[in-house]
């Protein structure tokens, strides 16, 4: 195939929780799907670079078969090398374009296309619906992830002063390094009103943080296109596909009543939540246009999930959750949940594991729908399984030891990215299970070693680094 964008500068793929089956296979059980177990599942992902979110998923779901495609050719080497060293047969990655996708590919469970619905053209948009209508199981699910209005018209504003700068530069890292200059040189211009300059640096402050490929894909791309909720899912109708719900539950509700009496259907009502908190980007599921749904939530669902927060004590006495969302302590049985929760993070706890925090059942399914409408935690169907104790000869996920030989970045069994400082790096790649505490640190030739290693290995059982 010829040579893309993404072959001149690569954008490696990185684990994103968002994609996981398990998390859509939760949303789908909140509205009353019957999704696909995860153990044993069949997963498609449109736009897969070089399967770093893939990957991970078939190596801890060996039961589960994955494919990837992507237009590039280079991603797709690369992950093909990465799954063969891995001996990951549950695989398959294909370079071609989506709409090559035909029947003879079969049925999927999960259909993931993270990052890009809004940078293809339109052709290819419509392509992308066209293969989650066709190729959706009966309870499947697809995920489709967009730059959204009207948050994201202020992103278009700061991005077309970037490309207007930029035109007339020839290659590739000619527009990066005078992206990257021009917004450093805007953020010292004061000279706008003090009811733009927030908003303007905030906007050039989020492009600056990208890395390169990120900037260069996301902003700099030839296609970048914003739309309203109501205009994408007008647009999965016409492919027989419906509004499920979100990647991130908790944008589906409206805990603090702004939208209290609205009388309209669940369109109008997200895309009004979109026009009252501004939203700029969205992680929207679909599902098939013929399977009922059942949107009233309630507190009686809870017992049915598990629970996961990274929940702390702040100064102020208050608890902060996922999403820095902070509840008041003043509710006992609500901080005792919030801090088991937060002690076993990023870990999930069933239901019942955390009843004795509550007192009864009753009382921690309302507190936990309570917490789930605010984003305080997240909701899980799935356990990650790993090693969640340090063993006498710890061994580091095979994965893991796998991408710390090339990377600082490596992927919990929790489906997230982590970075590894250059001493943590050096301990993983010794952790394959032969060597005792004494041997690793003996290995590591730095100083205080032993002291060192053992909270080092503790943090590492704890986010779901080690394998039994």
Same mark, same amino acid.
């Given at each position: 195939?010829?040579?893309?964008?993404?072959?001149?500068?690569?954008?490696?793929?990185?684990?994103?929780?968002?994609?996981?089956?398990?998390?859509?296979?939760?949303?789908?059980?909140?509205?009353?799907?019957?999704?696909?177990?995860?153990?044993?599942?069949?997963?498609?992902?449109?736009?897969?670079?070089?399967?770093?979110?893939?990957?991970?998923?078939?190596?801890?779901?060996?039961?589960?078969?994955?494919?990837?495609?992507?237009?590039?050719?280079?991603?797709?080497?690369?992950?093909?090398?990465?799954?063969?060293?891995?001996?990951?047969?549950?695989?398959?990655?294909?370079?071609?374009?989506?709409?090559?996708?035909?029947?003879?590919?079969?049925?999927?469970?999960?259909?993931?296309?993270?990052?890009?619905?809004?940078?293809? *053209?339109?052709?290819?948009?419509?392509?992308?619906?066209?293969?989650?209508?066709?190729?959706?199981?009966?309870?499947?699910?697809?995920?489709?992830?967009?730059?959204?209005? *009207?948050?994201?018209?202020?992103?278009?504003?700061?991005?077309?002063?970037?490309?207007?700068?930029?035109?007339?530069?020839?290659?590739?890292?000619?527009?990066?390094?005078?992206?990257?200059?021009?917004?450093?040189?805007?953020?010292?211009?004061?000279?706008?009103?003090?009811?733009?300059?927030?908003?303007?640096?905030?906007?050039?402050?989020?492009?600056?943080?990208?890395?390169?490929?990120?900037?260069?894909?996301?902003?700099?791309?030839?296609?970048?296109?914003?739309?309203?909720?109501?205009?994408?899912?007008?647009?999965?109708?016409?492919?027989?596909?419906?509004?499920?719900?979100?990647?991130?539950?908790?944008?589906?509700?409206?805990?603090?009543?702004?939208?209290?009496?609205?009388?309209?259907?669940?369109?109008?009502?997200?895309?009004?939540?979109?026009?009252?908190?501004?939203?700029?980007?969205?992680?929207?599921?679909?599902?098939?246009?013929?399977?009922?749904?059942?949107?009233?939530?309630?507190?009686?669902?809870? *017992?049915?999930?598990?629970?996961?927060?990274?929940?702390?004590?702040?100064?102020?006495?208050?608890?902060?959750?996922?999403?820095?969302?902070?509840?008041?302590?003043?509710?006992?049985?609500?901080?005792?949940?919030?801090?088991?929760?937060?002690?076993?993070?990023?870990?999930?706890? *069933?239901?019942?594991?955390?009843?004795?925090?509550?007192?009864?059942?009753?009382?921690?399914?309302?507190?936990?729908?309570?917490?789930?409408?605010?984003?305080?935690?997240?909701?899980?169907?799935?356990?990650?399984?790993?090693?969640?104790?340090?063993?006498?000869?710890?061994?580091?996920?095979?994965?893991?030891?796998?991408?710390?030989?090339?990377?600082?970045?490596?992927?919990?069994?929790?489906?997230?990215?982590?970075?590894?400082?250059?001493?943590?790096?050096?301990?993983?790649?010794?952790?394959?299970?032969?060597?005792?505490?004494?041997?690793?640190?003996?290995?590591?030739?730095?100083?205080?070693?032993?002291?060192?290693?053992?909270?080092?290995?503790?943090?590492?059982?704890?986010?779901?680094?080690?394998?039994?």
């Amino acid at each position: 195939m010829a040579t893309t964008q993404y072959d001149l500068v690569p954008y490696p793929a990185l684990a994103s929780p968002y994609t996981h089956a398990e998390r859509l296979a939760t949303v789908g059980k909140l509205l009353g799907m019957q999704p696909a177990p995860v153990e044993n599942c069949r997963v498609l992902e449109i736009g897969c670079s070089d399967a770093g979110n893939l990957i991970p998923m078939a190596y801890a779901l060996p039961s589960s078969r994955f494919v990837g495609l992507d237009l590039a050719p280079g991603p797709i080497a690369d992950g093909r090398r990465a799954a063969a060293d891995l001996g990951l047969d549950n695989l398959t990655l294909r370079a071609c374009d989506l709409r090559d996708i035909s029947a003879d590919w079969g049925e999927f469970d999960y259909i993931v296309a993270h990052g890009l619905y809004s940078w293809v *053209p339109e052709d290819v948009r419509e392509g992308l619906l066209a293969v989650c209508g066709e190729r959706l199981a009966s309870e499947g699910i697809a995920y489709i992830s967009y730059n959204a209005h *009207p948050g994201g018209r202020i992103r278009q504003m700061v991005r077309e002063m970037v490309l207007y700068h930029i035109r007339h530069a020839q290659t590739a890292r000619e527009r990066i390094g005078q992206a990257r200059q021009f917004l450093e040189n805007l953020l010292q211009v004061r000279v706008v009103s003090s009811a733009w300059l927030g908003v303007r640096d905030e906007e050039i402050r989020l492009m600056l943080a990208l890395d390169d490929s990120g900037l260069y894909h996301d902003d700099l791309a030839e296609s970048h296109e914003c739309f309203y909720f109501h205009e994408f899912a007008a647009a999965a109708g016409r492919h027989g596909l419906q509004y499920l719900g979100e990647g991130e539950p908790h944008q589906m509700f409206d805990p603090k009543g702004t939208l209290t009496g609205f009388q309209g259907d669940v369109l109008e009502y997200e895309q009004y939540l979109d026009l009252m908190y501004l939203r700029r980007f969205r992680r929207t599921l679909l599902c098939r246009v013929d399977r009922p749904l059942e949107r009233q939530i309630s507190p009686q669902q809870m *017992p049915g999930f598990l629970f996961s927060a990274q929940a702390r004590r702040l100064e102020n006495g208050q608890i902060e959750g996922a999403r820095k969302v902070c509840i008041a302590a003043t509710n006992e049985a609500a901080a005792n949940v919030a801090m088991a929760l937060g002690e076993v993070y990023p870990g999930p706890v *069933p239901f019942q594991k955390l009843v004795p925090c509550a007192g009864n059942a009753e009382v921690l399914s309302q507190i936990l729908y309570e917490m789930m409408l605010l984003g305080f935690v997240n909701l899980h169907l799935f356990d990650f399984p790993c090693q969640k104790t340090v063993t006498e000869r710890p061994r580091a996920n095979r994965l893991v030891r796998y991408q710390a030989a090339r990377s600082n970045v490596v992927t919990s069994a929790y489906h997230m990215s982590t970075n590894l400082d250059e001493v943590s790096r050096r301990v993983v790649e010794l952790l394959d299970g032969t060597r005792t505490h004494d041997e690793i640190a003996a290995s590591l030739q730095v100083e205080q070693a032993r002291e060192s290693l053992g909270p080092c290995l503790e943090r590492m059982a704890l986010h779901g680094l080690l394998e039994g």
